[in-house]
């Protein structure tokens, strides 16, 4: 069940595009004599279908060598706060949850995805994001909620 589980997260990640990201910022956390420091990274993502809501992700960025290459793991920690950065309107149609953007956290195994649920009821956009690492039978997550009637 688990494999079929990750195929599916995967084949997802093929065929959704990335949501264009900016980085904002990069702070160094720990010093590396070899290679760049570990980081914190921060992010915005744009949701493609709801204009002026943009997501800010903060995550964790292994330095050193591995790091330096492109071949280290970065740790499955973030945290996500979405906002109402202008009017917004939830468009017609729009469907009530689907992957926004996917990014790779390392080389081969560990991405993470920002999901878009609308909850009709509430008038409330939900953001999570997502790590596609199992740890302890859970991934990681974090969520930031939007209210859709922000003029």
């Known amino acids: 069940m688990r494999t079929i589980t990750y195929s599916l997260i ?10 264009p990201q900016t980085r904002i910022d990069a ?27 943009s997501c800010y992700m903060s995550r964790a960025d292994t330095g050193g060598i591995k790091g330096g290459l492109g071949f280290a793991e970065d740790p499955s920690r973030f945290s996500i706060a979405c906002r109402a950065v202008g ?6 149609g729009l469907r009530k949850s689907e992957v926004i953007a996917f990014a ?12 878009r649920a609308f909850d009709a009821e509430k008038n409330v956009l ?12 859970s991934p990681f997550n974090s969520i930031s909620v939007v209210p859709a009637d922000v003029r």
């Not at 009017?87 to 017609?92: G, H, L, Q, S």
């Open 27 to 53: 702070i160094s956390t720990t010093f590396r004599w070899f290679g760049p420091n570990d980081k914190i990274v921060v992010e915005r993502y744009d949701d493609p279908k709801i204009a002026n809501v």
């Open 87 to 92: 009017p917004i309107a939830v468009p017609p």
């Open 104 to 115: 790779s956290a390392s080389l081969f195994f560990k991405s993470f995805q920002i999901h």
């Open 10 to 19: 995967w084949l997802i990640a093929l065929v959704i595009p990335a949501s």
């Open 126 to 137: 939900v953001y999570t994001v997502v790590s596609t690492k199992l740890i302890n039978g």
